[in-house]
């Protein structure tokens, strides 16, 4: 069992940067990846970036050289920097876990990210 808990969200004019943490508890050892996701009213939830301890660090298109993914040497945190906010960056963010026992992930309850022109 693992618990993910974001952090970090708010309110932020286009331009403007904002930095999310995801905590981590509970089987953190069983952590293959963590992902951040975000979901737009009306939209389908979405990945942003993806740390793995094997793979390395992932992003998607759209966020690449304005976010970007990091973690703590304890693999029980992870962040997320996102510099030149977009008004199309609003969305609620999601942290994911994946572990190695196939098939079995976490959610977090999301943090509101809102970014205004």
């Known amino acids: 069992q693992v618990e993910l808990v974001e952090s970090g969200g708010g309110l932020v004019q286009s331009g403007g940067s904002l930095k999310l943490s995801c905590s981590a508890s509970?089987?953190?050892?069983?952590?293959?990846?963590m992902s951040w996701y975000r979901q737009a009213p009306g939209n389908p939830r979405k990945l942003v970036a993806t740390?793995?301890?094997?793979?390395?660090?992932g992003y998607v298109d759209f966020v690449k050289g304005r976010f970007t993914i990091s973690r703590n040497n304890a693999w029980d945190t992870i962040y997320l920097q996102m510099n030149s906010l977009e008004v199309e960056d609003t969305a609620l963010y999601y942290c994911?876990?994946?572990?190695?026992?196939?098939?079995?992930?976490?959610w977090g309850l999301g943090t509101q990210v809102t970014v205004s022109s």
């Open positions: 740390i793995a301890k094997r793979e390395g660090i």
């Open positions: 994911n876990a994946v572990l190695y026992d196939v098939g079995i992930y976490y």
């Open positions: 509970g089987d953190i050892a069983k952590i293959r990846k």
